[in-house]
C-alpha cells in the first residue's frame, strides 16, 4: 500500500507538469528558420557569370495566443540586414534601391496585435481588429511562405508588406472582407522604420471567396501615396490584384494563380503601368516534394549607380531609361529530412531560365548589351533548416486567415510535420 501511494505522489506531479507543458506549447508558438545556398547566374553582368553563397531568410518566429484568438500578439524578426547586405542574386527583382539582387528585409518584419470574436455556429464568421507593423490587406502571400528560395520578380506588384498597419476584418461563412490604412513609404534600409508624419496616408482593401476549405478566390485594391520617397512628392501608385488557391485535403499539394497590376500616378495622369501573370504548383509525396513556377512580369530598368546592381533612392522618372519584360520558369526539388525534435533540414535544388524582352522602343536599356543575352540561367544548391514552428501563410490575420481557428498550422509549407 505504501509503495502504491509513493509512485502516485510522484506521478502526480510529473502530470501536472506535463500539462503546464502542454498548456504552454498551446498558447506560444516559437520557431527559427535559416537557408545557406550558393547560387551560380550565366550571364549574370556583362557576358560574365557570377557564382555567390548566402545565409538567407534568418528568422525568428512567435505567435502567443492565451486567450484563443479574443487578444493574440505574432512577430517575426529577419536577420537579412546582417546575412544580406549586398543581396542576393535573383534575376529580374528590383525594389528599394536593388535591381538583379532580392533586397534584404527589415529586421523588424512583423509585429501586430489582433483581437478576434467568433460568432456563429461555424466558428469560422466574426470580426477582428490588427494593429502593428506587417501587411498590408492587398494580393498574395509573401513568397518566403511559399516553397521557393528565389523570390518572383513580382515581389512589390503582388504584396506591400513591412507597413504601419490598422486593419479590420469581417467574416461572414464563405465571404471575407478587409480594409486597412498604413503608411506609404517603403523602408530604405533593414533598420529603417515607418516614417510617423506617413501613418494611414494609404489605403487598401481586400475580398476573399472561400467555397470550400480549399479553395480560396480574392481580389484586392490598394492606393499608396508616393511609395519610393521616403519624404513624400513622389509618385503614387494604384495597385489591383486578383488570385486563385486550390489546395487538396491532404495539404501536399497546392495551385497559385495569380495577377497583379501596378500604376504610377502623378495626380491623376498615370505615367508608367506594370502587369504581372504568375502560375505555381508544389506537391509532397513521403519526404519528397517539388515545385513549379511560372511568371511574366513587367519591371522598370531604372538608372544604377557605380554598384551596377544599385539605383538611387528615391527614384525619380528621369531615372528610368526603359522598361522590360521578364519570363522565368523555376523549377525545384527537395528532400524532407524530420527528426523526434521537431528539427528539419531540407536540401533542395532549383533552377531557373529567364527571358528578357523591353518593351518600350527605342530605350536606354538594351539587355543584350547590359547582360551578355537575353537569355539568363540561374542554379541555386542548398539546404533549409527549420526549428519548431513553421512559417503559416503570411499576410492576413484574425478572421482573414483561411484557417479554422483551432488548427495550429495551414497545411502549404514543406516542413509541416
Do not use: C
Not at 516614417?195 to 467555397?211: A, C, E, K, L, Q
Amino acid at each position: 500500500m505504501l509503495s502504491r501511494l509513493t509512485v502516485l505522489a510522484l506521478f502526480l506531479p510529473l502530470t501536472a507538469n506535463a500539462q503546464v507543458g502542454q498548456h504552454f506549447t498551446d498558447v506560444l508558438d516559437v520557431g527559427a528558420q535559416a537557408i545557406g545556398v550558393v547560387t551560380r547566374e550565366s550571364p549574370a553582368i556583362q557576358g560574365r557569370a557570377l557564382t555567390e553563397g548566402y545565409l538567407t531568410q534568418p528568422a525568428i518566429m512567435a505567435e502567443l495566443d492565451p486567450w484563443k484568438g479574443l487578444l493574440s500578439l505574432k512577430g517575426t524578426l529577419n536577420l537579412e540586414g546582417v546575412t544580406l547586405k549586398r543581396g542576393e542574386l535573383n534575376a529580374g527583382i528590383a525594389g528599394e534601391g536593388y535591381i538583379d539582387r532580392r533586397h534584404p528585409h527589415t529586421y523588424l518584419h512583423e509585429l501586430v496585435l489582433t483581437s478576434a470574436k467568433r460568432f456563429g455556429g461555424d466558428g469560422v464568421s466574426g470580426a477582428s481588429i490588427t494593429v502593428g507593423k506587417g501587411f498590408a490587406p492587398f494580393g498574395t502571400d509573401d513568397p518566403m511562405a511559399r516553397p521557393f528560395e528565389k523570390y518572383p520578380i513580382n515581389h512589390h506588384l503582388a504584396q506591400i508588406l513591412e507597413r504601419a498597419v490598422a486593419i479590420g476584418a469581417l467574416r461572414a461563412g464563405s465571404w471575407i472582407v478587409e480594409g486597412g490604412a498604413f503608411n506609404g513609404d517603403e523602408p530604405t534600409s533593414p533598420g529603417d522604420t515607418p516614417n510617423r508624419n506617413r501613418y494611414w496616408d494609404s489605403w487598401s482593401g481586400r475580398i476573399t471567396f472561400v467555397p470550400w476549405p480549399q479553395g480560396e478566390f480574392q481580389t484586392s485594391y490598394a492606393r499608396v501615396k508616393s511609395p519610393e520617397n521616403p519624404a513624400g512628392g513622389g509618385a503614387d501608385q494604384r495597385k489591383q490584384s486578383a488570385s486563385i488557391r486550390l489546395e487538396n485535403v491532404q495539404h501536399s499539394g497546392y495551385a497559385l494563380l495569380e495577377w497583379a497590376h501596378t500604376g504610377d500616378y502623378v495626380g491623376s495622369e498615370r505615367t508608367f503601368a506594370f502587369t504581372s501573370l504568375l502560375a505555381e504548383t508544389w506537391a509532397r509525396y513521403d519526404r519528397v516534394n517539388g515545385a513549379l513556377r511560372i511568371e511574366r512580369t513587367e519591371r522598370p530598368d531604372e538608372q544604377r549607380l557605380v554598384d551596377p546592381f544599385r539605383t538611387p533612392i528615391p527614384a525619380t522618372d528621369l531615372s528610368i531609361a526603359g522598361r522590360s519584360r521578364w519570363t522565368i520558369v523555376t523549377a525545384r526539388a527537395a528532400v524532407s529530412l524530420v527528426n523526434a525534435r521537431a528539427f528539419t533540414i531540407e536540401p533542395f535544388a532549383e533552377v531557373a531560365r529567364a527571358r528578357v524582352s523591353p518593351t518600350l522602343r527605342p530605350s536606354g536599356f538594351d539587355p543584350r548589351q547590359f547582360y551578355g543575352s537575353d537569355r539568363i540561367w540561374s542554379v541555386s544548391v542548398g539546404a533549409k533548416l527549420a526549428f519548431g514552428m513553421s512559417h503559416m501563410r503570411m499576410g492576413r490575420y484574425g478572421v482573414a486567415t483561411t484557417r479554422k481557428p483551432d488548427a495550429k498550422m495551414d497545411g502549404m509549407k514543406m516542413e509541416d510535420m
